[in-house]
Nanobody, 116 residues
Framework: QVQLVESGGGLVRPGGSLRLSCAAS????????MSWYRQAPGKERELVAQ????????NYADSVKGRFTISRGDVRNMMYLQMNGLKPEDTAVYYC?????????WGRGTQVIVSS
């Protein structure tokens, strides 16, 4: 059974930092494109950052470039999203996603609230 479990969300002040983690089980994440998506209230889910399996190429939404960093962990089947310089508009539920042709999996999400 495939499971993706996010953690690390919370309440943070503008300008602060958070590190989200995604723990995967039942899959070998190196064979998947791993991504972070987010969904704010009343908005569609959007891609935040992505990292490929082979080579570890990364891709970011324009809104987070230079502030967020996606990475795979040294521990097998872990993925992270380092978020710096957080803004109120980053408030959303953040989801971990694993994708390869014919397969896609989602976590349940972790809430991030950026507010003073």
């Amino acid at each position: 059974q495939v499971q993706l479990v996010e953690s690390g969300g919370g309440l943070v002040r503008p300008g602060g930092s958070l590190r989200l983690s995604c723990a995967a089980s039942g899959v070998t994440t190196n064979s998947f494109v791993m991504s972070w998506y987010r969904q704010a209230p009343g908005k569609e889910r959007e891609l935040v950052a992505q990292i490929t399996g082979a080579g570890g190429r990364t891709n970011y939404a324009d809104s987070v470039k230079g502030r967020f960093t996606i990475s795979r962990g040294d521990v097998r089947n872990m993925m992270y999203l380092q978020m710096n310089g957080l803004k109120p508009e980053d408030t959303a539920v953040y989801y971990c996603n694993a994708f390869k042709r014919g397969e896609q999996y989602w976590g349940r999400g972790t809430q991030v609230i950026v507010s003073s």
